[in-house]
Each structure stands twice: as structure tokens, then as C-alpha cells.
């Protein structure tokens, strides 16, 4: 049963189960009331019977008996007895008229038991004894409430007319609001059966502010999450493949090459050529895992870090490593002291961010130099890195950021293109952004921009 169905069932169970609760309990409240006031008239007339039965003695049995129906309108069958106190009948409207439980109920009543009632063919029974100064008897009298029996069924027959209408307008109305309450669902139940996965893995967001809006918008951010992830996978098995098969074979020629070779100095060139392709090999391996550490990361551990230490540090390590090459520092802006270059971040993910972009520079660069600029303005610190060389054709720069990618400048330069993926998300996951223009015709220029700590 679906959740349409199961909220029409439901509801419209509940509620026609609490309506039909409430008329029964209304036609027996009026049920109640209604025989109380029978009561009522009927120990009236009893009443009234007593008081004027020294005038009735001497009146005939019909004109009696048209007396009592008009005294007794409503109630069509009245039959009323008066007895002594020794159980000698003194008076009875309807002479012909007997009344079956009057020996039971003259045995019952007495000084201590002035009051019965019983129940005799559908009809009230009601034995009074009474005394007083003027007169003491015992009074016995037989009613049967017609008019209000007709109520009671008119009651009824209202109640069963309206209970069945409104059945079938709950019912009704019901449906529609669990159809328009359902539709959501079943539209969001219906876009994710016909999700292709492959192409389009998102639903359309139908509404704004309620749980189905909420729900397929978390629904498409899980799914781009996903997709980046599967999209990396699927990378990783097509491209990691070609990308690791190249230095594992130039390993195995280096290897079958010293095993051939006997010239010592040749030898040991080879083994100076294993190394280095062994260490591209290293660099292949340790960038991916960070790429997969980096994407798998919901959250990662941050610390106030100053930027401009920050890269003084990188640059330190990367002249190491090239110590022809020199990098010009320069701030610019009047925000650079105290917090003004403090950013919340991760120290060891920025480093390899920052080291990345210094080693980009250092091997497309036509010069023995580059430069670094920092500038902190509107609580934001952005810190540029360029030189001079060949640059990337405009139609490239859309792809700069893949996996995988390396542009035409890239050619003849030792690389894989994963670096700048890496930077990317690195760059991101701190809420930062990074950017790539080209200023003049040879100069490259990567911009980072990163939210300041106190902002």
C-alpha cells in the first residue's frame, strides 16, 4: 500500500471512527434525557391523579379515559391505578386495561419503599406509595412514551442519513488532500526511478521551503558529492592505469639496461635515470593518495596560520630543490600586521597547496625568477603567484582543473596532472577560491583568495 492510500485509510478511518463515536453518544445522551422526561410526566399524572381522585369516582369510564388521553398527550397508552393501603383497587382510568406486574409491585411498596419502577411490554411501569394528611394510597401507572420513540427514530434516521454523507465527503475530501499532500512524492518517487546516473544525477527541486524541498536538495548535494567521487574512480581506473604504466616501463628498460650494460660510468648513469623515474613514480602515488584523502574528508583540522610565514617556509624548501631560482616577495596594502594575514586553516594541506604553485613557477618558467605577491583587503587575503613563459590557450583554462589535465605549455615538462587538481580542492575545502588569467602574452598567474580569521 502506498503512502496516498495509506493516508486516506488512516485519516479517514480515524476520523469517521471519532464522528460515529459522537453520534451514538449524542443519541444516547438524547435517549437519556428523553425517558427522563417521560418519567417526569408520567409521576405527574400519577400525581395529578391523586389529587382529584375523589372527583373521578363518580365520572364514567369513557369520559375518564378521553380525560386521561388529552391529559396525556404524547404519551398514547396511559393506564393509572390507585389502591388502599390494603391493596383494595379505589379508582382505574381504563377499566378493561390490566396491568400485569401490579401484584409484584403492591408486594414491593411500602412505608421503607415509597418507589418502583419496572419495565412491562416495551412500556414504564411506575408504582408510587403515598401518603399524607388528607389521604394515603397506593398508586400504580402504565405509559408508553409513542412521541418520543418517534423522536428517537426520526433521531436515528438523521444521524444514519448524515453519518453516511459524511462518510463519503470525508472519504472524498480526504483523497484529494492526500493527493495533493502525495504528489510531491510521487513525482520525487518517479524522477528517482527514471534517474540516469550516468548523466544526469540530480532531481528537479519542486517548492521552496518544505521537507520534499529539503529532501531533494540534500538528495542532489549527496549525489554531486557522490559523482565527484565515482568521477574520480572512474579517472583513477582509465587514467592511472596509462599514467603509471610509462615510468614502470621505463623502470623495467632501465633495469634490463644496467642488467646488459658494462661500462661502469653508463651504469651508473642508468642507476642516477632509475632513481629519478623511481621518485616520479613516488610523486604519482603520494599525490593521488592525497587527492583520495582530501576528497573522502568531510571536515579536517584547522589552526590560526599566517600566510606570509606560511610561504617564506615553502619558498624555503622549493629553493632546496633549485637553488639557481629566486622568488620576489611583495605586500601589498596597509592590512599586513597583527591578524591581517591570519587565516583558519589546515598548515600541512596549504603547505602542499602553496609548494604545488611554487614548483608550477619554477618549471614553466622561461626566467630564473618568479614572484609572490600578498594583499589582505575586505577580510580577505589574496596571494598571487606568476612568471614568465609559455601560457595556457584560453580554451584550455576551462579544463586547468582536472584530473589528469596538462595544457600544450606543459609539453617536454615532467608532470602528471593531478598537482593543481589537488591545490584546487585544497583551496576550496579552506572556502577559498583559485583562479587563472594571463597578464600581457607570458605571464601565468595563479590567485588565491582565502577568508581571514577574524573576519
Request: charged share 20%.
Amino acid at each position: 500500500m502506498n503512502i496516498r492510500y495509506k493516508l486516506l485509510v488512516y485519516n479517514s478511518v480515524s476520523i469517521i471512527f471519532f464522528v460515529g463515536i459522537m453520534l451514538i453518544l449524542i443519541y444516547h445522551s438524547y435517549h437519556s434525557n428523553r425517558a427522563e422526561l417521560f418519567k417526569e410526566r408520567v409521576i405527574n399524572n400519577i400525581s395529578t391523579g391523586i389529587s382529584f381522585k375523589n372527583e373521578l369516582n363518580g365520572i364514567r369510564p369513557e369520559i375518564l379515559q378521553q380525560m386521561s388521553q388529552r391529559a396525556t398527550k404524547g404519551i398514547v397508552v396511559q393506564t393509572t391505578q390507585l389502591y388502599s393501603l390494603d391493596k383494595k383497587r379505589l379508582f382505574s382510568n381504563r377499566v378493561k386495561t390490566e396491568i400485569s406486574s401490579t401484584e409484584y409491585i403492591l408486594g414491593v411498596l411500602s412505608p421503607t419503599n415509597r418507589y418502583i419502577e419496572v419495565e412491562e411490554d416495551s412500556s414504564l411501569v411506575i408504582g408510587i406509595y403515598h401518603t399524607s394528611k388528607q389521604d394515603s394510597v397506593i398508586a400504580i401507572s402504565k405509559a408508553f412514551d409513542v412521541s418520543g420513540k418517534k423522536t428517537l427514530h426520526q433521531l436515528q434516521q438523521i444521524l444514519f442519513i448524515f453519518f453516511g454523507a459524511f462518510v463519503i465527503v470525508c472519504v472524498l475530501i480526504t483523497f484529494i488532500i492526500s493527493r495533493k499532500i502525495t504528489k510531491p512524492i510521487q513525482t520525487l518517487t518517479k524522477e528517482l526511478k527514471n534517474l540516469d546516473f550516468e548523466t544526469s544525477p540530480s532531481i528537479t527541486v519542486h517548492g521552496t521551503g518544505d521537507e520534499i524541498a529539503v529532501l531533494s536538495q540534500q538528495f542532489n548535494k549527496l549525489m554531486s558529492r557522490l559523482t565527484k567521487s565515482f568521477a574520480f574512480q572512474k579517472h583513477a581506473v582509465n587514467h592511472i592505469s596509462h599514467e603509471l604504466k610509462t615510468p614502470i616501463a621505463i623502470l623495467v628498460s632501465n633495469f634490463e639496461r644496467i642488467e646488459k650494460e658494462t661500462d661502469f660510468e653508463k651504469m651508473k648513469q642508468l642507476i642516477v635515470e632509475q632513481k629519478e623515474s623511481t621518485k616520479n613514480l613516488a610523486d604519482i602515488i603520494n599525490t593521488l593518495l592525497e587527492i583520495a584523502k582530501t576528497e573522502a574528508s568531510h571536515s579536517i583540522f584547522k589552526e590560526v596560520i599566517r600566510i606570509d610565514e606560511e610561504i617564506f617556509d615553502v619558498i624555503d624548501d622549493v629553493t632546496k630543490l633549485e637553488k639557481n631560482f629566486k622568488f620576489d616577495f611583495a605586500f601589498l596594502g596597509k592590512e599586513i600586521y597583527g591578524s591581517g594575514l591570519e587565516v583558519l586553516g589546515n598548515k600541512r594541506l596549504l603547505t602542499i597547496a602553496f609548494t604545488n604553485l611554487a614548483l608550477n613557477c619554477i618549471r614553466y618558467s622561461t626566467l630564473d625568477k618568479a614572484s609572490i605577491t600578498v594583499e589582505s583587503k575586505a577580510g580577505r587575503v589574496v596571494v598571487s603567484f606568476s612568471n614568465q613563459g609559455p601560457t595556457i590557450k584560453s580554451g584550455e583554462e576551462q579544463f586547468l582543473f582536472q584530473h589528469f589535465f596538462r595544457g600544450t605549455n606543459s609539453m617536454g615538462k615532467r608532470g602528471f596532472g593531478l598537482g593543481l587538481v589537488l591545490t584546487h580542492r585544497i583551496i576550496t575545502m579552506h572556502k577559498g577560491k583559485i583562479i587563472y588569467k594571463v597578464a600581457g602574452n607570458k605571464t601565468n598567474i595563479f590567485e588565491i583568495t582565502l577568508p581571514l580569521y577574524y573576519s
